[in-house]
């Protein structure tokens, strides 16, 4: 079956780095992307990972091992407006659909 | 267009009554994905196009769902007689094509069966 697992909430503060882990099993897996969800908005695009590594975009980056299954988005700086759902999403191979994970809910405290 | 453009943006309707979601993925997006978004929940997959054609219908609930794509480009999703559990907000993407690094999302539709 497919599976992705992340925590439902996190809260953190703000100034400070926070890490929300995401576990797969899927069939066939060809790429692990992370969005970012507002309250009432559309997704939107965070981070791609294919290979196994760190992938660093500002003040956000993103990890994958493929062997363990696991990846995490890394928020650095946390600033209010990073209050969101973070998702997280593989591409299968073959069909190429995206499985996304229930999201993780990140509240920003002053 | 700029984005991927939904249509309409909220539809309430009686149960049992058929309804037709529209979406205009970005000029040129060859990939086109349906997601449903339940309250508070993550996305569910419902089906997707490469062109016309769906190489995964896999996620369609039911057969009260279909979903059709005509000149590569203008997807629309249907519902028949729908049921209250139908409630939800339903996302389209687009990409530009299956091996893109990103999905673009439209704003939704925001579907209450009464």
């Known amino acids: 079956g497919q599976n992705i697992d992340q925590p439902t909430e996190m809260t953190a503060t703000e100034g400070a780095i926070v890490q929300i882990n995401c576990t797969y099993q899927t069939s066939g897996f060809n790429g692990l992307f992370w969005y970012q969800q507002h309250a009432g908005e559309a997704p939107t695009f965070l981070s791609y990972?294919?290979?196994?590594g760190l992938e660093e975009k500002g003040r956000f980056s993103s990890f994958l091992s493929r062997s363990k299954g696991y990846s995490y988005l890394l928020l650095k700086e946390l600033q209010m407006k990073d209050s969101a759902s973070y998702l997280c999403?593989?591409?299968?191979?073959?069909?190429?659909?995206?499985?996304f994970g229930t999201g993780t809910r990140l509240k920003v405290l002053a | 267009g700029a984005g991927v453009s939904q249509s309409p943006s909220n539809k309430v309707t009686e149960k049992g009554k058929d309804v037709e979601l529209r979406c205009d993925p970005i000029?040129?997006?060859?990939?086109l994905y349906w997601y449903r978004q339940s309250l508070g929940q993550g996305l569910e997959f419902l089906i997707y196009f490469q062109g016309n054609s769906a190489p995964d219908k896999s996620g369609l609930p039911s057969d009260r769902f279909s979903a059709e794509r005509t000149g590569g480009s203008v997807s629309t999703l249907t519902i028949q007689r729908t049921q209250q559990e139908d409630s939800a907000v339903y996302l389209c993407?687009?990409?530009?094509?299956?091996?893109?690094?990103?999905?673009?999302f439209g704003s939704g539709t925001q579907l209450s069966v009464l």
């Open positions: 999403a593989v591409r299968t191979s073959g069909t190429y659909k995206y499985i």
């Open positions: 993407a687009s990409s530009p094509d299956w091996r893109g690094e990103k999905l673009f």
């Open positions: 990972n294919v290979l196994d």
């Open positions: 000029s040129g997006h060859t990939a």
